[in-house]
């Protein structure tokens, strides 16, 4: 406990030294750091790691095989000696505080004469994230002997187990240890995804590795120079051509971190954002290139991108803006530092996220705008590319945990058995099970990963495992081709492949209707003329697969007029497209804004808000057990060429919690602009989190403009904070969308109004049932009808016939004029389109 106390203090006079601004350092609540096979503590960089014997009552075996070297060309003592598990082995760690965690492992194959852990072939995993497998240094040590791995792992319990497993009867071994509570460092971000478009919410589930950590334009930190212990590499080695680029460095302590708070110095130290790389001859007339960097990376994972801002390069505010690239595709258009941090010398960071793009090779490229009139030049602090982990939870390979360490699975039943334990059909999930096979399959074979000597069978239990969601499901399956015999199931007409390409004129790009999470949707017709839509999914992407599987499970079961309805599927030569009738006249999104068509009146957006309720009442009300959709968004709203409304895509639902149930615990999934806030803290999912959502969308289509519109002052962000102030002040009139300017009746409206807030309610029991919110729309619907018969100068609320009121009786109406919105709220939607998806709606 001392020399805890030693180190805080240390930590502290160091950091008061050198870092300008005047800010606690991070302390870590769970803080293990062990020697493994030392015979005494050893302290690397003002940090002490304890002796083998200090740490053995963590390990589950007594066996104690240790061995150490006297000298070696490593970077530090920890190298110097090992622990060898000759069987099957784990640490457990008690862990006090959840959330992120460094796990950090260090290895260098100590000679020794009996053991040869040169040829040591072994795996590491935690309770559900393989880190290594088949794992041998022979193998994997690149240039050098040493290898140092580092971790982030969200620990969700209040232990964390590191099993180190043998494999094919040879021994595993260990040098050193760390791990190490890491401060809230990626949720205040969504990343964004960049092919297909859209934003990444599943983070918190995802296990990441660190790839490369590069302070851009600066020499390599050490762990002394980070508050959490983290080294910075130089990028020299990783630009694809030295003489574009230029390094540019200002005194540490001239950098600025933002006053709210959103990047602190854990974020990364003012080291990394005190030099940059910059345009090679900069300033020079004609320069029109790219800085570009290139890392290797493994094909078959997708990687988390973080790149870090800084502009310490110009004199005044609004020199310069530059474009950035990842994969040669446009990643940031025109950024603009100068408006994101408003003054120079300011940390500013955005993250992305890389799908697997079956290219071992990633690329980050800076780049002048042509919108650029003066300063040409374009710059980068810093950049951090972790490897996430697959479907199976897996870093190192496609097998899951359960796959690779027999008895693992009674940990996995934690993991997400709410979709599997309401497996429908037989005949769909062999056909799940078939798209996994194919899944796994489809990347180039690895001798690496030969598949693992024992799986489990989970199909045949069926109730206890994650479908899809772990590798085993592929352990009895053989052959390739079609699983599904259509005759059988109910997920409606089996196409082929060649029937597809027909109907989409081979996936032309002009028939292309959108293109979301999931992949691709192209507009299609049939030999017999009907159009459909046809949605396919990116073979390579995992997220992908699993919601393929659910929008089919879900889709197979239920049939409604205000559902999109599944024509078909095709999983063909491993391709996953599922074929939907066709709704001409696509989202209500672009009919609300954004988009040159004519806008709905307020009768037909109450129709669609009407049926688009509907669909969702029959869903969490119709089905067995109740679906909560958990992305009801405008844009998953679509409407026929009759203009009813239809609620599409449920590649992220889940089944409802049963009886003995209250909520369905899950990691955060959906849109951020419509998240029910209760479901983000808690995260735990209840139908009231698509109410609160479908509130979102009644604002939306009641004031025209996007959930978030970043652009707009801050108070005016968030259309739920924003239309709520009005709402609470019965002003909603004030800001509404222009065209409906004078044509509600403002009985109707207040309906409206209190229907939306009674959806926007904080806590979930507040919030009424989706057959109440439909009712009370059917309620604003005929106030609107009534006016309209009545009078038809629609100002008058006379002669409203009674109607009986459910659990709220009608107040006076208001009648006073409706005012014109104001046309700002309709400021730059479509930019905002992608942008809103950046933001983060806690910060507010
Ligand atoms: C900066 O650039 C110079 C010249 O290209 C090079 O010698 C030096 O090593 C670079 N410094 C860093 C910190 O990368
Ligand atoms: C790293 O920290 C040391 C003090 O521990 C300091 O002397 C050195 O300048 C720092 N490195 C850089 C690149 O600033
Ligand atoms: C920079 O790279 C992007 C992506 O590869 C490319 O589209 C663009 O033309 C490049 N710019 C220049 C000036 O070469």
């Known amino acids: 406990m001392a020399r805890m106390g030693n180190l805080v203090i240390l930590v502290l006079c160091l950091l008061g030294f050198l870092v300008a601004q005047n800010r606690a350092a991070y302390t870590p609540v769970d803080n293990y750091l062990i020697d493994c096979g030392a015979s005494q503590k050893t302290t690397v960089d003002g940090r002490d790691f304890q002796s083998d014997s200090q740490s053995s009552s963590l390990l589950s075996t007594s066996q104690a095989i240790l061995v150490t070297t006297a000298s070696a060309s490593v970077p530090s003592d920890l190298y110097l000696t090992a622990r060898v598990f000759v069987k099957q082995s784990s640490y457990t760690f008690n862990i006090q505080q959840e959330g992120r965690h460094w796990v950090r492992l260090y290895f260098y194959p100590v000679p020794h004469p009996v053991y040869d852990l040169k040829s040591a072939l072994f795996s590491v995993t935690t309770e559900k994230f393989v880190l290594l497998h088949n794992f041998s240094m022979k193998v994997d040590a690149t240039a050098s002997t040493y290898l140092f791995k580092e971790y982030l792992i969200n620990v969700t319990s209040d232990s964390l187990t590191l099993t180190f497993a043998p494999m094919n009867s040879s021994i595993a071994f260990i040098n050193a240890i760390e791990v190490v509570s890491v401060p809230d460092l990626l949720t205040s971000n969504v990343p964004m995804v960049l092919s297909p478009l859209g934003s990444f919410t599943g983070l918190p589930e995802i296990a990441l590795e660190t790839t490369y950590r590069l302070n851009v334009g600066g020499q390599k930190l050490t762990p002394k120079n980070d508050t959490l212990g983290?080294?910075?590499?130089s990028d020299q080695s990783y630009l694809s051509l030295n003489s574009s680029a230029q390094n540019i460095s200002v005194p540490a302590s001239s950098i600025n971190y933002p006053s709210s708070g959103t990047v602190t110095a854990e974020i990364a130290p003012n080291y990394v954002y005190a030099t940059a790389e910059e345009m090679g001859n900069a300033n020079v007339s004609n320069e029109n290139f790219n800085i570009t960097w290139a890392?290797?990376?493994?094909?078959d994972f997708s990687y988390f991108v973080r790149m870090h801002f800084c502009d310490i390069v110009s004199k005044a505010l609004n020199e310069f803006v530059f474009n950035v690239f990842i994969n040669s595709q446009t990643a940031i258009n025109n950024l603009d530092l100068s408006s994101k941090t408003s003054q120079l010398a300011t940390a500013y960071y955005t993250d992305f996220v890389v799908n697997g793009t079956g290219s071992s090779k990633l690329t980050v490229s800076i780049g002048p705008s042509s919108l650029d009139n003066g300063g040409s030049n374009a710059i980068l602090n810093?950049?951090?590319?972790?490897?996430?982990?697959?479907?199976?939870?897996?870093?190192?390979?496609?097998?899951?945990?359960?796959?690779?360490?027999?008895?693992?699975?009674?940990?996995?039943t934690k993991v997400g058995p709410i979709v599997g334990s309401v497996v429908g059909a037989a005949a769909a999930l062999v056909l799940l099970a078939g798209g996994y096979y194919c899944f796994l399959r489809a990347p180039k074979s690895?001798?690496?990963?030969?598949?693992?000597?024992?799986?489990?069978?989970?199909?045949?239990?069926?109730?206890?495992h994650s479908m899809g969601s772990k590798v085993s499901t592929i352990s009895h399956k053989s052959g390739t081709g079609s699983y599904v015999s259509s005759a059988q199931s109910n997920l409606g007409r089996y196409f082929t492949f060649a029937e597809i390409q027909e109907a989409t004129n081979k996936f032309d790009e002009s028939l292309?209707?959108?293109v979301g999470g999931f992949g691709k949707v192209y507009q299609g017709q049939l030999e017999d003329g009907t159009k459909v839509a046809v949605k396919r999914g990116n073979p390579r992407s995992e997220q992908g697969l699993t919601e393929f599987q659910t929008e089919i499970e879900m889709l197979s079961k239920l049939r409604h007029r205000h559902l999109v309805s599944l024509i078909g599927y095709c999983e063909e030569h491993c391709e996953m497209i599922l074929v939907y009738e066709y709704m001409a006249n696509g989202p209500l999104r672009s009919h609300l804004y954004g988009s040159n068509l004519p806008s709905l009146s307020w009768k037909q957006r109450l129709e669609?808000?009407?049926?688009?309720?509907?669909?969702?009442?029959?869903?969490?009300?119709?089905a067995a057990q109740g679906i909560i959709h958990r992305d009801v968004k405008t844009t998953n709203i679509l409407l026929d060429e009759n203009l009813v409304a239809k609620v599409a895509d449920f590649g992220l639902s889940k089944t409802g919690p049963t009886l003995d149930q209250t909520h369905v615990s899950t990691a955060v999934k959906g849109s951020f602009g419509y998240l029910d806030p209760e479901y983000f803290r808690r995260q735990q999912l209840t139908e009231k989190s698509d109410v609160y959502s479908f509130g979102v969308v009644l604002l939306e289509v009641l004031c025209a403009r996007p959930a978030l519109n970043p652009v707009l002052p801050r108070e005016q962000v968030n259309i739920a904070e924003w239309a709520m102030h009005y709402q609470k002040k019965g002003m909603l009139d004030q800001i509404i969308d222009s065209h409906l300017?004078?044509?509600?009746?403002?009985?109707?409206?207040?309906?409206?109004?209190?229907?939306?807030?009674?959806?926007?309610?904080?806590?979930?029991?507040?919030?009424?049932?989706?057959?109440?919110?439909?009712?009370?729309?059917?309620?604003a619907y005929q106030l609107q009808e009534t006016a309209m018969r009545n009078d038809p100068d629609e100002n008058s609320t006379n002669h409203i016939a009674e109607i009986p009121l459910r659990y709220t009786q009608p107040e006076p109406f208001d009648t006073s004029i409706i005012d014109r919105g104001s046309d700002d709220d309709l400021a730059d939607a479509t930019t905002s389109a992608v942008f809103s998806q950046l933001v983060n709606p806690r910060g507010r």
């Open 230 to 233: 983290r080294t910075w590499a």
């Open 295 to 299: 890392f290797s990376v493994d094909p």
């Open 382 to 412: 810093g950049l951090e590319i972790m490897k996430m982990s697959n479907e199976a939870g897996s870093l190192d390979g496609p097998y899951s945990v359960d796959g690779i360490i027999p008895g693992a699975s009674k940990s996995s």
């Open 446 to 464: 690895k001798s690496k990963h030969s598949p693992p000597a024992w799986l489990p069978l989970p199909l045949h239990g069926g109730n206890s």
């Open 512 to 514: 292309l209707l959108g």
């Open 608 to 622: 669609v808000c009407i049926g688009a309720a509907r669909g969702l009442h029959y869903l969490h009300t119709g």
């Open 741 to 779: 300017a004078g044509t509600i009746n403002p009985g109707s409206l207040k309906k409206f109004g209190e229907t939306a807030e009674k959806c926007l309610e904080e806590q979930g029991i507040d919030r009424p049932a989706m057959g109440d919110v439909l009712w009370n729309l059917e309620y």
